[in-house]
Nanobody, 133 residues
Framework: QVLLRESGGGSVQAGGSLRLSCVLTEDGDVGWCMAWFRRVPGKELESVAAISADAQNTYYAVSDSDSVRQRFTISRDNNDKRTIYLRMTNLSPADTAMYYC?????????????????????WGQGTQVSVNA
């Protein structure tokens, strides 16, 4: 059984920072592409960032302002490759959303395809991020 457990959400003032964590638990030695998505109430699920199983490749959502790439950083724990983080800085109310951790089996440890839901096999329950103006 594969489980994803997110933590680190909360309420912050605009301009603040948060670091989300996600731990994948599974009995096996499979390479997992892991990603963060978010959903704003009333809007579609949005890809935020993804990281390959070998941590060599990352993906960031491209927006009109390219602000995600400039403000968010996805990474893997150096000691536990099944733990990923999303460091978010200079948060704005537009970042308020439920953030979901996701994982997809990676045929190649360099794969980064899980930034699209089609390639996601497991989802976490989400952690709420609220940014106050």
């Amino acid at each position: 059984q594969v489980l994803l457990r997110e933590s680190g959400g909360g309420s912050v003032q605009a301009g603040g920072s948060l670091r989300l964590s996600c731990v994948l638990t599974e009995d096996g030695d499979v390479g997992w592409c892991m990603a963060w998505f978010r959903r704003v109430p009333g809007k579609e699920l949005e890809s935020v960032a993804a990281i390959s199983a070998d941590a060599q490749n990352t993906y960031y959502a491209v927006s009109d302002s390219d602000s995600v790439r400039q403000r968010f950083t996805i990474s893997r724990d150096n000691n536990d490759k099944r733990t990923i983080y999303l460091r978010m800085t200079n948060l704005s109310p537009a970042d308020t959303a439920m953030y979901y951790c996701a994982a997809g089996r990676a045929p190649l440890w360099s794969d980064i395809d899980c930034h699209t839901p089609t390639y996601v096999h497991y989802w976490g329950q989400g952690t709420q991020v609220s940014v106050n103006a």
